[in-house]
């Protein structure tokens, strides 16, 4: 065992040479992954700013690998128990420092039966609010900001605006009220892909 030049415990270090503050000198050394991870955090956010680089927290992956974690490898478990609260803190600090958030999933597999599967993507804009956003701003990151990661893939996506493809869902509840409601396939009474029908009764 070693020792972390930046937060001096003994611990095992990642494989990857960094820079750590010294006196007001940056000095290349090996860190742990908590101090690692720390470290991309905080360049990220500042990093994020100055370019305009958009965040894709992905937050589902991370909170259903810890709700499922009885079919998660030993491997991975050990990597999402140390990765879980600084991703979240990570997150919360980058929405507080203005940085652009979009949303994302990394959902994983495909099958009613299974957890992180597609039909429950709409669970992600819950987990940005308890992160920080507002419930508002959540749905902002699904709907206008996500096609501004993919640029010029998503030339008409993004508005409810003349020339663009009309993707549009309905629910049976306010979502600025409870942000929930996006998680419940039961509660989304419609769906239109560039303006055809493909859930809910005939128009
Ligand atoms: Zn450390």
Redesign the pocket.
Known sequence: MTT?S??G?P?KLTPREVFVLVGGELVPAR??A??EARAIRIVAVSTSRETGAILVPTRTVVEDLMANIAMVPDYAVTKIELVADIHAQAVTRAYEHGVTIAMGTDILLTGPDLPNTWGTNGAEPGHLVKLGLSPLEAIEAATATAPLTLGPQAPRSGQLAEGYDADVITLDADPVADIGVLADPDRITAVWTRGRKVKGAAA
């Open positions: 972390c930046a937060c415990e611990a860190v742990c908590a101090c």
